[in-house]
Protein backbone atom coordinates (compact mmCIF):
# COMPACT_ATOMS: atom_id res chain seq x y z
CA UNK A 1 0.00 0.00 0.00
CA UNK A 2 1.42 3.20 -1.10
CA UNK A 3 1.67 6.28 1.65
CA UNK A 4 0.05 9.35 0.22
CA UNK A 5 2.38 12.43 1.20
CA UNK A 6 1.11 14.80 3.50
CA UNK A 7 -1.08 17.50 2.10
CA UNK A 8 0.09 20.44 4.24
CA UNK A 9 1.16 21.73 7.92
CA UNK A 10 -0.55 20.19 11.30
CA UNK A 11 -2.25 22.31 13.81
CA UNK A 12 0.89 22.09 15.81
CA UNK A 13 3.51 23.01 12.95
CA UNK A 14 1.42 25.81 12.25
CA UNK A 15 1.40 27.34 15.73
CA UNK A 16 5.48 26.64 15.86
CA UNK A 17 5.37 28.86 13.11
CA UNK A 18 3.53 31.53 13.92
CA UNK A 19 4.91 31.96 17.31
CA UNK A 20 8.41 31.65 15.73
CA UNK A 21 7.18 34.66 13.57
CA UNK A 22 5.56 36.47 16.52
CA UNK A 23 9.32 36.41 18.49
CA UNK A 24 11.37 37.48 15.12
CA UNK A 25 8.58 40.37 15.06
CA UNK A 26 8.62 41.86 18.44
CA UNK A 27 12.99 41.91 18.36
CA UNK A 28 12.97 43.36 15.02
CA UNK A 29 10.22 46.13 16.04
CA UNK A 30 12.06 48.16 18.12
CA UNK A 31 15.04 48.23 15.88
CA UNK A 32 12.85 48.99 13.08
CA UNK A 33 11.73 52.12 15.27
CA UNK A 34 15.25 53.15 16.63
CA UNK A 35 16.18 53.14 13.18
CA UNK A 36 13.68 55.53 12.38
CA UNK A 37 14.67 57.98 14.71
CA UNK A 38 17.82 57.77 14.20
CA UNK A 39 17.19 58.54 10.54
CA UNK A 40 15.03 61.28 11.96
CA UNK A 41 17.85 62.77 13.82
CA UNK A 42 20.02 62.99 11.65
CA UNK A 43 18.10 64.52 8.85
CA UNK A 44 17.23 67.16 12.07
CA UNK A 45 20.76 67.43 12.22
CA UNK A 46 21.55 68.28 8.50
CA UNK A 47 18.68 70.81 8.69
CA UNK A 48 20.65 72.36 11.56
CA UNK A 49 23.99 72.28 9.53
CA UNK A 50 22.23 74.25 7.03
CA UNK A 51 20.80 77.11 9.16
CA UNK A 52 24.18 77.14 10.03
CA UNK A 53 25.50 78.19 6.82
CA UNK A 54 22.82 80.61 6.20
CA UNK A 55 23.30 82.53 9.07
CA UNK A 56 27.49 82.47 8.45
CA UNK A 57 26.20 84.28 4.92
CA UNK A 58 24.03 86.55 7.08
CA UNK A 59 26.73 88.16 9.18
CA UNK A 60 29.28 87.93 6.55
CA UNK A 61 26.86 90.11 4.84
CA UNK A 62 26.33 92.26 7.82
CA UNK A 63 29.70 92.77 9.43
CA UNK A 64 29.26 90.07 11.66
CA UNK A 65 26.16 91.21 12.72
CA UNK A 66 23.67 88.13 14.59
CA UNK A 67 19.96 89.18 13.33
CA UNK A 68 18.43 91.79 15.34
CA UNK A 69 14.63 93.50 14.76
CA UNK A 70 13.71 94.97 18.07
CA UNK A 71 11.86 92.30 19.10
CA UNK A 72 12.21 90.94 21.94
CA UNK A 73 10.63 87.80 20.77
CA UNK A 74 12.59 87.33 17.97
CA UNK A 75 14.43 84.21 18.67
CA UNK A 76 10.49 82.42 17.99
CA UNK A 77 10.30 80.33 14.85
CA UNK A 78 7.50 82.67 13.06
CA UNK A 79 10.12 85.60 13.33
CA UNK A 80 13.85 85.03 13.05
CA UNK A 81 12.94 82.90 10.04
CA UNK A 82 12.22 86.36 8.01
CA UNK A 83 15.88 87.88 8.08
CA UNK A 84 17.64 84.66 7.66
CA UNK A 85 14.80 83.04 4.34
CA UNK A 86 16.94 84.20 1.70
CA UNK A 87 20.04 82.23 3.12
CA UNK A 88 18.03 79.67 3.78
CA UNK A 89 17.23 79.37 0.24
CA UNK A 90 20.66 79.78 -0.49
CA UNK A 91 21.54 76.18 0.73
CA UNK A 92 19.80 74.66 -2.51
CA UNK A 93 17.64 72.43 -0.66
CA UNK A 94 14.62 71.60 -2.25
CA UNK A 95 11.34 71.01 -0.39
CA UNK A 96 8.63 72.58 1.50
CA UNK A 97 5.14 73.92 0.25
CA UNK A 98 4.29 77.39 1.36
CA UNK A 99 5.73 79.22 4.00
CA UNK A 100 6.78 75.95 4.75
CA UNK A 101 10.33 74.41 4.56
CA UNK A 102 12.37 71.75 4.53
CA UNK A 103 15.54 73.33 6.44
CA UNK A 104 13.09 75.05 8.97
CA UNK A 105 10.63 71.87 9.94
CA UNK A 106 12.21 68.60 11.87
CA UNK A 107 10.95 66.08 10.20
CA UNK A 108 10.48 64.32 13.45
CA UNK A 109 7.66 67.58 14.70
CA UNK A 110 4.15 66.27 14.37
CA UNK A 111 3.24 70.24 14.80
CA UNK A 112 0.43 71.74 12.15
CA UNK A 113 2.14 73.22 9.50
CA UNK A 114 0.09 76.28 10.05
CA UNK A 115 1.29 76.32 13.52
CA UNK A 116 4.59 78.72 14.60
CA UNK A 117 4.95 78.95 10.62
CA UNK A 118 6.18 75.15 10.56
CA UNK A 119 9.28 76.22 11.94
CA UNK A 120 10.20 73.64 14.63
CA UNK A 121 13.86 75.99 15.61
CA UNK A 122 14.38 78.58 18.18
CA UNK A 123 17.28 81.50 17.75
CA UNK A 124 18.75 82.30 21.08
CA UNK A 125 17.80 85.79 22.47
CA UNK A 126 21.15 85.93 24.15
CA UNK A 127 22.42 86.74 20.32
CA UNK A 128 20.36 89.96 20.09
CA UNK A 129 20.93 91.22 23.88
CA UNK A 130 24.09 92.09 25.58
CA UNK A 131 25.24 90.12 28.60
CA UNK A 132 23.87 92.69 31.29
CA UNK A 133 20.46 92.24 29.38
CA UNK A 134 20.06 88.87 29.35
CA UNK A 135 21.16 89.05 33.53
CA UNK A 136 18.29 91.61 34.13
CA UNK A 137 15.16 90.07 32.39
CA UNK A 138 13.31 89.25 35.61
CA UNK A 139 11.24 86.34 34.08
CA UNK A 140 11.43 83.70 31.22
CA UNK A 141 8.15 84.79 30.61
CA UNK A 142 9.13 88.44 29.82
CA UNK A 143 10.43 87.24 26.04
CA UNK A 144 7.14 84.85 25.31
CA UNK A 145 4.83 86.00 22.64
CA UNK A 146 1.74 84.71 24.04
CA UNK A 147 2.22 87.05 27.55
CA UNK A 148 3.07 90.01 24.54
CA UNK A 149 0.06 92.26 25.76
CA UNK A 150 1.18 92.25 29.27
CA UNK A 151 4.86 91.71 29.28
CA UNK A 152 7.16 94.99 29.54
CA UNK A 153 9.46 96.45 26.56
CA UNK A 154 12.84 94.78 26.67
CA UNK A 155 15.72 96.73 25.37
CA UNK A 156 17.13 94.65 22.41
CA UNK A 157 20.69 94.73 21.34
CA UNK A 158 22.80 94.12 18.10
CA UNK A 159 25.50 91.84 18.70
CA UNK A 160 28.39 90.90 16.60
CA UNK A 161 30.37 87.27 16.14
CA UNK A 162 33.44 88.59 17.84
CA UNK A 163 31.08 88.89 21.13
CA UNK A 164 30.53 85.24 21.40
CA UNK A 165 33.35 84.40 24.03
CA UNK A 166 33.20 80.68 23.83
CA UNK A 167 31.32 79.20 20.20
CA UNK A 168 31.69 75.74 20.75
CA UNK A 169 29.68 75.55 24.09
CA UNK A 170 27.33 78.87 22.96
CA UNK A 171 24.35 77.37 21.28
CA UNK A 172 22.62 79.47 18.41
CA UNK A 173 19.78 77.42 17.45
CA UNK A 174 17.91 74.29 18.90
CA UNK A 175 14.73 72.41 18.93
CA UNK A 176 12.37 74.07 21.06
CA UNK A 177 10.72 70.66 21.52
CA UNK A 178 12.19 67.38 22.51
CA UNK A 179 11.51 65.24 19.30
CA UNK A 180 14.23 62.50 19.24
CA UNK A 181 13.83 60.73 22.76
CA UNK A 182 11.10 58.09 24.20
CA UNK A 183 9.90 60.88 26.38
CA UNK A 184 6.35 63.01 25.19
CA UNK A 185 7.35 66.37 23.14
CA UNK A 186 8.03 68.71 25.72
CA UNK A 187 8.96 72.82 25.53
CA UNK A 188 11.78 74.48 27.50
CA UNK A 189 8.78 76.62 28.98
CA UNK A 190 6.66 73.79 30.24
CA UNK A 191 5.72 73.76 33.68
CA UNK A 192 3.68 71.91 36.08
CA UNK A 193 0.72 73.05 34.97
CA UNK A 194 1.26 70.96 31.52
CA UNK A 195 2.41 67.95 33.28
CA UNK A 196 5.35 68.02 31.71
CA UNK A 197 9.11 67.99 33.20
CA UNK A 198 11.09 70.54 30.89
CA UNK A 199 14.28 69.39 31.63
CA UNK A 200 13.15 65.52 30.16
CA UNK A 201 14.07 64.26 27.02
CA UNK A 202 16.95 65.42 24.53
CA UNK A 203 17.09 68.08 21.47
CA UNK A 204 19.46 68.84 18.69
CA UNK A 205 21.13 71.94 19.26
CA UNK A 206 23.08 74.20 16.97
CA UNK A 207 26.35 76.01 18.72
CA UNK A 208 28.04 79.06 17.51
CA UNK A 209 30.86 77.20 16.11
CA UNK A 210 28.66 75.79 13.31
CA UNK A 211 28.73 71.91 14.94
CA UNK A 212 25.60 70.04 15.89
CA UNK A 213 25.03 67.26 18.91
CA UNK A 214 21.96 65.72 20.70
CA UNK A 215 22.10 66.30 24.23
CA UNK A 216 19.97 65.73 26.75
CA UNK A 217 17.95 68.26 27.90
CA UNK A 218 19.53 68.30 31.63
CA UNK A 219 23.44 69.03 29.84
CA UNK A 220 21.85 72.31 29.30
CA UNK A 221 22.58 75.27 31.69
CA UNK A 222 19.93 76.63 34.02
CA UNK A 223 18.67 80.37 32.96
CA UNK A 224 19.73 81.28 36.39
CA UNK A 225 20.79 85.18 36.93
CA UNK A 226 23.32 86.89 38.76
CA UNK A 227 21.06 90.30 38.96
CA UNK A 228 17.65 88.96 39.68
CA UNK A 229 15.91 85.70 40.74
CA UNK A 230 13.27 83.95 38.46
CA UNK A 231 10.65 82.38 39.61
CA UNK A 232 12.24 79.15 38.07
CA UNK A 233 14.67 77.20 37.12
CA UNK A 234 14.75 76.22 32.90
CA UNK A 235 16.68 74.57 30.08
CA UNK A 236 15.69 78.24 28.48
CA UNK A 237 18.69 79.20 26.07
CA UNK A 238 17.33 82.57 25.43
CA UNK A 239 18.58 83.06 28.98
CA UNK A 240 21.58 81.39 30.02
CA UNK A 241 23.68 83.62 32.60
CA UNK A 242 26.01 85.96 30.74
CA UNK A 243 24.41 85.51 27.25
CA UNK A 244 26.98 85.30 25.20
CA UNK A 245 29.58 85.68 27.49
CA UNK A 246 28.77 82.53 28.75
CA UNK A 247 28.12 79.05 27.86
CA UNK A 248 24.77 76.91 27.67
CA UNK A 249 27.06 73.71 28.31
CA UNK A 250 30.33 72.51 29.75
Known amino acids: MTKQPRGGFTLVELLVVIAVIATLAAILAPVYTNAKKSVLRSRCQSNLRQISQAFEAYTSDQAGCYPNRDNQYLWAGFYWREPIRKYVAMTG ?20 PGVYVATSYAYSASFYMTPDQVNAVANC ?21 SAVKRTSKKVLVAEYWTLHSDNPKVGWYDGPETGNDPWSGAR ?25 SRPRSLPDINLTRDGVAGKDVD
Open 141 to 161: DYIRAKFAATNPKLPCTTMKT
Open 204 to 228: NYLFADGHVVSLLTRRIHAADSPVV
Open 93 to 112: VAGGEGTRNAVLSCPADPTP
